[in-house]
């Protein structure tokens, strides 16, 4: 009764109705009035309603506008995301279901509150999002709202593999590997054409040789990798590879290593200043000319083809390697941007053999085609020597392998960088990729050059990588 | 992994309020769907937006392609172009975020800055004193885009030599000069490795190039 007394004053002072004093008992009468009850009572209902309506309307539409960001994700690629119900304060929406998934390699886990899957088709997926809140009718059509995830093409997807020219003059195969016996030890190797070159058809521009020399006993490996800026640098690495081994077959003999030989034994007995001198003076005898012999055998093919040396830019490493009843010496040479590792018998140490010409900007390197590099007052350092009981792996790479494996120049001089490289090699990869270096392991080659597809963003580079083990 | 750092410098004054912000939009959003299809750009672009009008607004911070995501971007219906305020702040960005090459560390790719205006600056002094300050910034390209009748192709000249004009700031214009952009990012991708400076693709009919 006081409720509908109170109800019908408000809503009587509202429109400006006064209740004379002399009305109090008929009002009374008239709010007891069992029409009026029910009528205020239906009143009131009805407004509770509305308010109530009215709550939910803007509660949806909240939830409608609300901006909700999800992570992006891309095709092939593991992808979770949480749509955190608390965080988005969620917590009132009683039904909820996704929709728009089908086909995309996407599911939501209900309880867990997550998007997950691997994503199978690129694009901005409109996602529905389906949902109910608490206090809407359990017969309501559900809510929608919809939620934009940007899925990434797979970028293995979007480089192409075009074939190189066949009936080019400088066709080279785009893919080599190849494994045999170096010494007493074994060598395996791999020269891939990178896909940023696979993308437009153009040719592989690494290079490599290796040959046991005469009957010497000593055995070399080159590495050249082509300037991508030079036109015809593919000609160039190869012309570099095979005139150090052309050089070496020539000028090595037995007669004018005989005396070199007989230095090393007195400088394994006992180095001192003179047998050091008169090694360093061989290797940078032999050696320089045979990187000379290089450069001069490419300027010769470039003045026959009538074109610029600049054409043929190529970096060039090489190593020489013998066996000796007391250990190996091993001479090596190098210009550009790709090193030379010793790994010794523990895996303990790392030697860099070579110094790495890098400029101050990507790209910036040197060449054995350039004819200042041999009267540089740096040129006497290019030439590394060392004696050794043995070791685990000689590794000679292109910038294809360093940059993605090393990063950076200062990573090749840490032996935790050159077990980790090792590590991936043999298996510790997101491919499960695995080369085995045993002895007499046949597939050798063949699983280096499938190694060697890794992965790696921004690194499309040719690849070379040969390995003594 | 070397980043190729790209900055935007958008316009967002008074006279951009309305059908050019919408066009503006949308020329964005398509120009990015066109880099993410891209394999050069998806390993390696990294993209940053900033808007100038009274305020500088970074609207988002350098971030990678593949996690790009691009807010819808509005601008007040009235105010000045502080042309002059939003290249000073490009320059701090640029001085802390893009990394330069050590023995220890990958440098970046040499950044792109894209200007966007469809007025002239109302902080000139300001402007004219920090144009010296982002040539000495070592950016691939600056490439100044002066849209509608209202914009002053010869003040943006001082900034750089790439200047281009578009008639108007409609949809259609804007498409055409953001597909552009994305043919200019794409080369900078490619040719930069052998440290040359970037070459600019030639622009579509709809974009004049200002000599």
Redesign the interface.
């Known amino acids: 009764m006081e409720e509908t007394k109170r109800y019908l004053k408000a809503f009587l002072t509202q429109n400006k109705i006064e209740i004379p004093s002399g009305k109090l008992s008929l009002f009374d009468e008239f709010i007891a009035n069992e029409n009026n009850v029910n009528s205020v009572k239906i009143i009131q209902e009805n407004q509770r309603m509305i308010m109530e309506n009215w709550k939910l309307k803007t509660r949806i539409d909240d939830i409608m506008i609300q901006a909700v960001s999800i992570p992006n994700g891309t095709v092939n690629k593991k992808y979770e995301a949480k749509l955190d119900f608390t965080k988005l304060n969620w917590q009132d929406i009683v039904a909820f279901e996704i929709k728009g998934l089908e086909n995309t390699g996407l599911q939501f886990d209900a309880k867990e509150e997550t998007l997950s899957g691997t994503p199978e088709i690129s694009g901005d997926l409109k996602i529905k999002i389906l949902f109910r809140i608490e206090g809407e009718p359990e017969d309501a059509a559900l809510n929608e709202k919809t939620l934009t995830l940007i899925i990434n093409p797979d970028p293995k997807s979007l480089w192409k593999n075009l074939e190189s020219d066949k009936n080019d003059p400088f066709y080279k195969e785009d893919n080599v590997a190849v494994s045999g016996k170096f010494l007493d030890k074994n060598i395996v190797v791999a020269s891939k054409r990178g896909r940023s070159h696979a993308n437009t058809g153009a040719f592989r521009e690494d290079d490599f040789a290796f040959k046991n020399i005469n009957q010497t006993g000593w055995s070399l490996l080159a590495v050249s990798d082509g300037a991508g800026s030079a036109r015809l640098s593919r000609k160039g690495s190869k012309i570099a590879c095979d005139a150090v081994i052309q050089y070496f077959e020539e000028n090595f003999t037995e007669e004018s290593l005989k005396e070199f030989d007989e230095t090393l034994l007195l400088h394994h007995k006992q180095s001192d200043e003179s047998s050091s001198k008169k090694i360093s003076h061989f290797v940078y005898n032999s050696l320089s000319k045979a990187a000379h012999f290089a450069n001069k055998q490419i300027e010769e093919f470039a003045i026959k083809s009538e074109t610029e040396l600049a054409n043929f830019h190529a970096t060039l490493i090489f190593a020489l390697v013998k066996k000796y009843d007391f250990g190996y010496a091993l001479l090596t040479f190098g210009v550009g941007d790709c090193p030379i590792g010793l790994l010794n018998k523990e895996l303990t140490e790392i030697k860099l053999m070579n110094w790495l010409d890098v400029g101050d900007f990507g790209g910036g390197t040197r060449f054995i085609t350039m004819p200042e590099i041999f009267q540089s007052d740096k040129f006497s350092t290019r030439f590394g020597f060392k004696l050794v009981d043995d070791f685990s792996y000689l590794v000679l790479m292109t910038d294809g392998i360093y940059d993605p494996k090393f990063v950076v120049e200062a990573n090749l001089e840490k032996i935790e960088k050159w077990n980790e490289f090792f590590g991936d090699l043999q298996g510790n990869n997101e491919d499960g990729h695995k080369v085995d270096f045993s002895t007499g392991n046949t597939e050798v080659a063949n699983q280096l050059s499938t190694w060697m597809d890794f992965w790696s963003p921004g690194n499309h580079d040719d690849r070379t990588l040969a390995i003594i083990y | 992994?070397?980043r190729l750092p790209v900055y935007f410098l958008l316009d967002t004054s008074g006279s951009m309020y309305g059908e050019p912000i919408q066009a503006l939009n949308n020329a964005l959003s398509g120009m990015i769907?066109t880099l993410?299809?891209?394999?050069?750009a998806?390993?390696?672009l990294w993209i940053s937006i900033i808007t100038f009008d009274r305020e500088v607004k970074e609207i988002v911070p350098l971030t990678e392609?593949?996690?790009?995501?691009l807010p819808e971007i509005i601008c007040p219906q009235s105010g000045p172009t502080n042309t002059g305020a939003g290249l000073d702040f490009v320059i701090q960005k640029v001085k802390t975020e893009v990394i330069k090459?050590?023995?220890?560390?990958?440098?970046d790719?040499k950044p792109l800055l894209f200007v966007f205006t469809d007025g002239k600056p109302s902080d000139i002094q300001f402007y004219r004193q920090k144009i010296q300050e982002i040539k000495n910034l070592s950016f691939g390209a600056v490439v100044g885009c002066a849209a509608g009748h209202m914009a002053n192709d010869d003040i943006l000249k001082e900034l750089t030599d790439n200047v281009v004009h578009l008639d108007s700031a409609d949809s259609a214009t804007l498409k055409q000069f953001f597909k552009w952009v994305s043919e200019t990012i794409e080369q900078g991708n490619k040719s930069?490795?052998?440290?040359e400076s970037v070459t600019l693709p030639p622009p579509p009919s709809e974009i004049t190039v200002v000599i």
């Not at chain 2, 392609?65 to 995501?69: I, P, S």
């Not at chain 2, 090459?101 to 440098?107: A, I």
């Not at chain 2, 930069?192 to 440290?195: A, D, F, L, S």
């Open positions: 992994m070397r769907n993410r299809s891209d394999a050069q998806l390993d390696s392609l593949v996690n790009f995501q090459g050590s023995s220890t560390q990958k440098g790719w930069q490795g052998t440290g």
